[in-house]
Nanobody
Framework: QVQLVESGGGLVQPGGSLRLSCAASGIIFRIYAMDWYRQAPGKQRELVAS???????NYADSVKGRFTISRDNAKNTVYLQMNSLKPEDTAVYYC?????????WGQGTQVTVSS
């Protein structure tokens, strides 16, 4: 059974930092591309950051220079380090794993940026 379990969300003040984690089980983690998406209330889910199996990364323009995605294949975990957080970063953040035609989602973790 495939599971993606996100953690690390919470309430943070503008300018603060959070690190999200997504622990995967039931897949050969090292061959999967891993993504972080987010969905704010009333908005479509959007891709925030991605990391390929080989380690190449991509970011949405809105988070470039502030967010960093990384992976630890020994721990079957992908991370999203979020710095200089803004109120517009408030959303539910989802982890996604995909390989060829296989695609899995986590349950999401809430990030709220507010003073």
């Amino acid at each position: 059974q495939v599971q993606l379990v996100e953690s690390g969300g919470g309430l943070v003040q503008p300018g603060g930092s959070l690190r999200l984690s997504c622990a995967a089980s039931g897949i050969i983690f090292r061959i999967y591309a891993m993504d972080w998406y987010r969905q704010a209330p009333g908005k479509q889910r959007e891709l925030v950051a991605s990391i390929a199996s080989g380690g190449a990364t991509n970011y949405a323009d809105s988070v470039k220079g502030r967010f960093t995605i990384s992976r630890d294949n020994a721990k079957n975990t992908v991370y999203l380090q979020m710095n200089s957080l803004k109120p517009e970063d408030t959303a539910v953040y989802y982890c996604n794993a995909h390989y060829v035609f296989q695609n899995y989602w986590g349950q999401g973790t809430q990030v709220t940026v507010s003073s």
